[in-house]
């Protein structure tokens, strides 16, 4: 049984830090793309961030680019998001998503990710 779990949200004022946590198990995290995504009520899930299986290739969406950070931990099977530089638009659920067909490049849509955490909460006032 797969379970990804997200850990690391909470409240920060604007400008501020937060890093994000998603604890895996039961898939061969190895061979596993990550993805995070987020969403707030009444809107589709938009992509973050997302890092190939071998971390070689990482990909964020426009608007965190240079402010957030995505790696990855195989021995503890565990993937971060370091989030810098927090906006109010930045509040979100954040989901930890799994891709573990060991694709060429990780996806950006929410479409090639198979498995999915319960989301963490991050709120970010101004």
């Known amino acids: 049984q797969v379970q990804l779990v997200e850990s690391g949200g909470g409240l920060v004022q604007a400008g501020e830090s937060l890093r994000v946590s998603c604890a895996a198990s039961?898939?061969?995290?190895?061979?596993?793309?990550m993805a995070w995504f987020r969403q707030t009520p009444g809107n589709e899930r938009e992509f973050v961030s997302a890092i190939s299986w071998s971390g070689r290739s990482i990909f964020y969406r426009n608007s965190v680019e240079g402010r957030f950070t995505i790696s990855r931990d195989d021995d503890k099977n565990a993937v971060y998001l370091q989030m810098n530089s927090l906006q109010p638009e930045d509040t979100a659920v954040y989901y930890c998503?799994?891709?573990?067909?060991?694709?060429?490049?990780?996806?950006?849509?929410?479409?090639?990710?198979?498995?999915w955490g319960q989301g963490t909460q991050v709120t970010v006032s101004s």
């Open positions: 998503a799994a891709d573990p067909k060991m694709p060429n490049s990780p996806g950006t849509d929410a479409r090639s990710y198979d498995y």
């Open positions: 039961g898939l061969a995290f190895r061979r596993a793309a």
